[in-house]
């Protein structure tokens, strides 16, 4: 979960824990991000976020998951 500091435990965390009988990171999903910080997150090393889109009616809601997909274009997987 985003809250202060989440992304310095992020880089920790990557540091240090591995993949059981491997070397490979384990990877981080983030909950709860912000678009404006996507960047931040990629680089304390969050392979994926998943971002809240508030209950509204189905118009505003499809609004704002076509906005996140439009702006985060090709990084979407």
Do not use: C
């Not at 809240?52 to 702006?71: C, E, F, G, K, Y």
Request: hydrophobic share 40%.
């Amino acid at each position: 979960m985003l809250r202060p500091h989440a992304l310095d435990h992020i880089t920790e965390f990557k540091k240090t824990a591995r993949n059981p009988g491997t070397d490979e990171p384990i990877p981080v999903t983030l909950f709860g991000g912000e678009l404006h910080d996507v960047d931040a997150y990629a680089t304390a090393g969050a392979g994926r976020v998943l971002f809240w889109v508030r209950p509204q009616d189905t118009a505003r809601m499809t609004t704002t998951v076509n906005h996140i997909a439009l702006s985060l274009g090709s990084r979407l997987r």
